[in-house]
């Protein structure tokens, strides 16, 4: 990734110049871009979905979307959305993944008998399209993974899909799930990351760097009146490449574009230790806490 200097800098002035200067860049790129093409370039459905079938399935995903550009601002890029059908005995969406290769894409498998409420409660679109906002980080899945789940839930409530209680709520129950779970809480997230093929414990890894990412957001918001998204929302609008790259690479840029140095601080005390992210503190601050939105 090649050097990008700073959008603005802390300097003598104080954190109020840090958030009028996020702010100002914010504005001049979002109000420019919202009107812009479609995020997706394309729709591709198996043939047993029917045309009312697809116009529901359309509404719930431009619904989700559009919650990501509340929270957000626009998408980078664009996209393109795959849909086959399956019968589950559970989830209305039971598997999902995105490609980003030559054309970056969104796979969903879903079961339309489910009731269409039960689309608007389910997680799994959220999530994936908190992908499409970086590129392909390779085996730095911790990253990938922890950061569109942390954000899966926030964009859900931007989404107007569930309320902040709800979705705060959610953040701390997967947390203490991790928590609770039966691996020892000395691996770290990076060891996990590490031994995915082998452990495959998908959860603590999710939920691992979801556990950074909030810190990230916590400490972002006490220290310096900012928060985790609105640096994202900088760093779609001035700096995102589809090209592949690191997790580090990314968090550099983050502490250049933010003018602190708490992601990679947090990732040398956090991410470095033998243990697991401690949330014992995060769910409190979440309730209280609900993301900036767009207007």
Known sequence: MTE??????????????????????????????????????????????????????????????????????????????????????????????????????????????????????????????????FPYVGEDRWFAEGLASYLQYQVMFAAGHIDWDTAAAKIEERFQRVKNSKVPNAWSVLKHNAQLSQERDYPRLYWGGAAFFAMIDQRLAQDHDLRLTQVISAYTQCCYSPAPTRAMDLLNLFDKLSGTEVFLKTYHQEMLSDQTPNTKFLGAWLRTTPPRLFE
């Not at 009028?20 to 871009?33: E, Q, V, Y």
């Not at 979905?49 to 626009?74: C, D, H, S, Y």
Request: some cysteine.
């Open 4 to 133: 990008t200097a700073p959008i603005f800098s802390m300097h003598k002035y104080g954190t109020w110049v840090l958030t009028i200067a996020l702010s100002l860049a914010l504005w001049l790129c979002c109000s420019t871009t919202t009107a812009a093409t479609s995020p997706v370039s394309a729709w591709q459905f198996t043939q047993d979905i029917t045309p009312t079938q697809r116009k529901e399935l359309k509404t719930w995903l431009a619904e989700v979307q559009a919650g990501l550009n509340r929270l957000l601002g626009p998408f980078p890029d664009q996209h393109e959305i795959h849909i086959k059908q399956q019968s589950s005995n559970s989830s209305p969406v039971p598997w999902a993944r995105t490609a980003k290769g030559t054309t970056r894409q969104i796979h969903f498998t879903v079961d339309t008998s489910k009731p269409w409420s039960a689309f608007r409660q389910d997680w799994t679109a959220a999530h994936e399209v908190s992908h499409m906002l």
